[in-house]
């Protein structure tokens, strides 16, 4: 057994020698994924392949008594690989690829509507001589495209099974397995496909013709719908008007729903100060908990409503079309038009963002993307923006017509985008010093009306991840956070000891605070975060962010309640220095803020994007690369943005 | 390039059925005069003779030869061969463009036998039933449903669905397909 | 044949050709992709549209719709007028 094997946690032992595996191949769009979902019933295992940046996913079907293990190889058009992801599918079936076997037998997958394409695929992967079964996709869009085909006569023709599965239906899925079980009796080809380039077109015309193929009609709606999405003025007026609707959507419509949730946590602390009997339990509820994971799940319904947006965006099959637009903005950054709807689901949040540079065919483009994708201002900043801005800006001040706020936050959207790019551009340069570079091509899928079901699924899932992400991460970090505040305790003798009237709560939490563990934390790094003004409790703050950025809010509204349980918000404003050479000055201060802002633009304080980092590039070098880089960037740029606002006086 | 692509032929491993465009060769049977680039795949035994049908060519191995090792020889020349089909000659010197009624019939004949054993045939015995080839007359195939097909009303689609379209697409000459018990 | 030979780059949106060479230039890979892809000698290509921005294209070869940028489209040969 060879180390790659429990790397990818793909299997047991056992199961590599005796259990049949079945790999499926086809081109990107095939429809390989569903055949798979409707094989496996969504249960893979998604792991990476030995060393690479290529993701792998496993998963396995019974039939009979019989398990099978089915693979689901990286997407491609031919057996000469040029992306890295194609050259593991080729490996794979020549049994070259170190920890992972080599499979028993190949479901090659093709879509119905680009048969003449595909068969050249088809000839290539049949020509590697295993036995082989083709499953025929989308022949229910290429009956309503008026299309035809044979199925049964395209078998005989290829000299192979030859199965249709409408896998969004599940249409013909029973009828694959029920082959799947017979694979060892399944007819090939009497004589390989030929591999001369002009012989083998002759081939596929003549398997066309027999298996009485028509090729689909254009779609029309597509084309009428192309004619105005794609035009050079109407089209680049409705790509914008999609950005707009899309940031509008995110922050206009789901404001209402957020105070919902707002006042439904006051509610609950209200109850919860009233009705919980001893004080310590009543804080750790009302501020660790309730105040910590309150403050974050207030922008589940932005979150929500983002994810909708991308999920519908990309089911109708406009992000293709917005990829196509903005192809030629991205390539000025040596990237092409997928990575930007990977940085637009950034916007979102930066796990999806990395999870889509899977569309991405060239390795080089796809680490460049995930690189630059946390630094798109995703969800998760928000409410440290919100609560930071309203510090540094009064909500009444304008320039023209504008909200002062609002251009700030404006502001820092931008930077984040510019520096994402700029980002993606350095690490594309140095990656692009070895290797060939891949050739740009992208198929446009005809627009369609998404399947419900599929787009609120895509939505739950995302939304779950943020969810699990509040009950674990911010939760754990609310709680160790609000021991940290108030341990340890105070005895009564020692605080008279040390002159606080204990007569004051005010006084006496004020105390507790600045002596408490979590104070000794912050003045340990003080020396790191001094030259950006940070005071210890502000340290407390970004370190606590490190896990998920949200928790920033939730940790200062814990240390501003711990000081003044009265009035939080007032005790925030009026925080001043209580020790090193600032002492009694205020410590929210323009510079000190600005350069907060500018920390948590480019710092990478998200333990799920490192995990995913981790998972999507298979090792660790790339999480750490992308943390110190982010790190050292946010420091640095902190410090720059200090020094500039004392320069301009502020 | 001529569109081609090679089935097997039930029943006879050693022969290939290469599907060509209907009407391309000019000839159909048992073919003595074929290009030179087939004609050096007789004369060296790797091919034991070619027939030429309406829609395909069937080459048959020589002895000791397998598709494996010759198969791309074998389309390779094909394809040299196919560029020039005035070169292509029968047996019998004759040309079917004037060829008499009962060539084609017995080559109807020989397609129906083949798709019966085949295929077609398969699916009938896979639901329990057989069809068995009475005869070819002027072009029309008539056979005989046994088994399960007897009477059933699937059987009529099964016939002229499958049976008619396969024949077709080898021999469009074909006038149709009867049932006697019909 | 016999019409003028043209780079597919070169090609207005609504013409069509028939592809009659597939250079790859330095990067072998171009080539090989490009073919995978259906522009092999022989296949039809209609330009379909222009991105907003001019680049890419959108091309209609072996019945479906693919994008290529200019550099690649640059590759591909075309006698134009096919029908």
Known sequence: MSAGCHDTGVGAGADLVQVPRVALVGSPNAGKTSVFNGLTGLRARTGNYPGVTVSRFVGSCRVGGQRYVVEDLPGLYGLEPVSPDERITVDVLDGRLEGVPRPDAVLIVVDATTLRRSLGCVAQVLGRGLPACVVVTFTDELARRQGRLDVEALGQALGVPVVAVVGHRGYGVSELRELMGGWRAWTAPALAPPTDPAERDAWVESVLAFADYRAPERHRVTRRVDDVLLHPVWGTLVFFAVMVLFFQTVFTLAAPLQDGVESLFARLAELVAERVGPAWLAGLLGDALIGGVGGVLVFVPQIVLLFLLLALLEGVGYMARAAFVMDRVMARFGLEGRAFVALLSSFACAVPGIMATRTLPSARDRLATMMAAPLMTCSARLPVYVLLIGLLVEPSRKVGPFGAQGLVMFGLYLLGAVSALLAAWVFKRIGDRRGQPVPFYMELPPYRLPAPRAVLVAMWSSARAFLRKCSTVIVGTAVVLWLLLNLPLQSTAHLRAAGVDTGDPVAVSAYSVDHSYAAGLGRAVAPVFEPLGFDWRVNIGVLSAQGARETFVATLGQVAAAEDPEDPARALREMTYSDGPRAGEPVFTAPTVAALLVYFVYALQCMATVAVLRRETGTWRWPVIAFSYLTALAWVMAWLARTVTVLAGG | MVPLHPQRVPGEPDSLRWIVPAGLLPCEGLLAQVPSALAALLADGTLERVTAEPAAVVTRLGAGRSWGRDGASVRTALHAALAEPAEWGPADGKDTGTGSRSADDALLYAAARDVLAGTVGDFARSHGGAIELVGVHRGVVTVRLGGACRGCPASWLTLHQRLERELRRRCPGLVGVRDTGA | ?83
């Open chain 3, 1 to 83: 044949m016999g019409g003028v030979q043209r780079a597919l780059a070169e090609l207005e949106p609504g013409a069509r050709g028939s592809v009659s060479e597939v250079v790859g230039g330095e990067v072998p890979a171009v080539a090989r992709r490009l073919a995978d892809l259906g522009f092999v000698p022989g296949a039809v290509v209609e330009v379909v549209r222009r991105a907003p921005l001019r680049d890419p294209v959108v091309y209609r070869v072996k019945d479906y719709e693919v994008c290529l940028r200019r550099a690649q489209a640059a590759c591909v040969y075309v006698v134009e007028g096919q029908p």
